[in-house]
């Protein structure tokens, strides 16, 4: 017995505000840090 | 009180999946992220862009919801998630499972506002979640819902439909060859050990072995950044403002990227590894940052199939 949950492909967030000329505003203003997630463990 | 956890806030997500919560089931988009362990969704208490431009929990319109009340703080990298913890029916892909602990935000980061999906559902192990509280997962098993401890997940590379997630095993249609078994190398995240990174026969990141984080909440293949750097290099793409970018003409003539785990080859055709963008040309999808581990996300799980086994705690990677 398989539960199988289809996923989507969307637009992510980038291609959003990146249409929105909003994109070079945002990654300055918050700025990703991909460890933050798992800083606390290492 | 509930410890911070941080979590994902990476603008190149873009799978999501359907559950609901409730009864009368209300309905949101979540990414399923094996990087963290907590469930979260909007709530009606939130009031921020962020949570207006998505689906919110209503928890007066579920006669199931039980309030925990305790306070559910959660930092990332670009802003943070605030809120508290209920219980009430999740249903995932027609498992029902009753008296989930979630979070209901406050507050949300800005960002968050671009988001397609609403929510995280967290696939990581127990002792990573906020507040102790149980994932959704564990649930899962405990109850007897699935028939293995185990789930797997395939990316598709270009559909915007095809891709899916399976609980309780692992679905044949949806990669080629062997699986690898791998084990975990910390039982917190689903954390392997990488060889190393080869390319063209060379070692080029990665000598000596390092540690890997297999996150399909993270978009890209994530490294230190003096080996990211080596890769791009070798790749000769040029770097602006963190970003490695190369001429779109160029991926035909671009070589294999190689990750070796457990004596066996995960190769990444430049096809894999290099994505347009809208207004930057195609970029790579290697980025760097300051700590030693390596995250395994979305650019490589598009390229292989991936089994997440709680029952004997390894990861298993075949060919999508």
Redesign the interface.
């Known amino acids: ?19 929105q000329g909003l ?1 070079e505003e ?2 300055q203003k ?13 | 009180a509930v410890g911070p956890e941080s979590m994902t806030n990476d603008a190149g997500l873009s799978y999501y999946g359907v559950i609901s919560i409730g009864n009368p089931p209300q309905s949101f988009k979540v990414i399923f992220d094996t990087g963290s362990s907590n469930l979260w969704v909007p709530s009606i208490y939130c009031n921020s862009a962020a949570c207006n431009n998505h689906v919110k929990f209503d928890p007066g319109r579920s006669s199931t919801y039980r309030q925990n009340g305790s306070p559910l703080s959660i930092t990332y990298g670009t802003g943070s998630m605030t809120g508290f913890l209920g219980y009430d029916t999740v249903t995932v892909g027609g498992l029902t499972v009753t008296n989930q602990i979630f979070g209901l935000s406050q507050t949300e980061a800005p960002f968050m506002q671009y988001m397609q999906a609403d929510g995280i559902l967290g696939l990581a192990y127990p002792s990573l979640s906020a507040s102790g509280a149980t994932p959704v997962f564990d649930n899962m098993m405990n109850a007897g819902l699935i028939d293995q401890n185990l789930f797997s997940v395939y990316l598709s590379s270009n559909n915007q439909r095809g891709s899916v997630v399976t609980f309780g095993g692992v679905d044949t249609n949806h990669y080629s060859d062997s699986i690898t078994w791998i084990p975990l190398s910390n039982e917190l995240y689903w954390q392997i050990t990488v060889d190393s990174v080869s390319g063209n026969g060379q070692v080029v990141a990665c000598n000596g072995g390092c540690q890997a984080i297999v996150d399909t909440g993270t978009s890209l293949i994530v490294g230190p950044q003096g080996d990211i750097d080596n890769i791009n290099y070798w790749l000769g793409a040029s770097s602006q403002n963190g970003e490695y970018m190369v001429s779109c003409n160029n991926i035909g003539q671009m070589p294999d990227v190689t990750f070796n785990i457990n004596g066996q080859q995960f190769t990444l055709p430049a096809s894999v590894y290099i994505s347009p963008s809208q207004n930057y040309g195609c970029l790579t999808g290697f980025s760097g940052q300051g700590t030693n581990l390596w995250i395994l996300g979305d650019v490589f799980l598009r390229q292989y199939y991936s089994i997440f086994n709680r029952g004997q705690n390894m990861v298993g990677l075949a060919k999508a």
Do not use: H, T
């Not at chain 1, 918050?30 to 290492?42: E, I, L, Q, T």
């Open positions: 017995c398989l539960v199988q949950i289809p996923l989507e492909k969307g637009k992510s967030a980038r291609e959003v505000l990146e249409e994109w945002y990654r918050y700025p990703y840090n991909p460890m933050a997630k798992f800083d606390g463990s290492f």
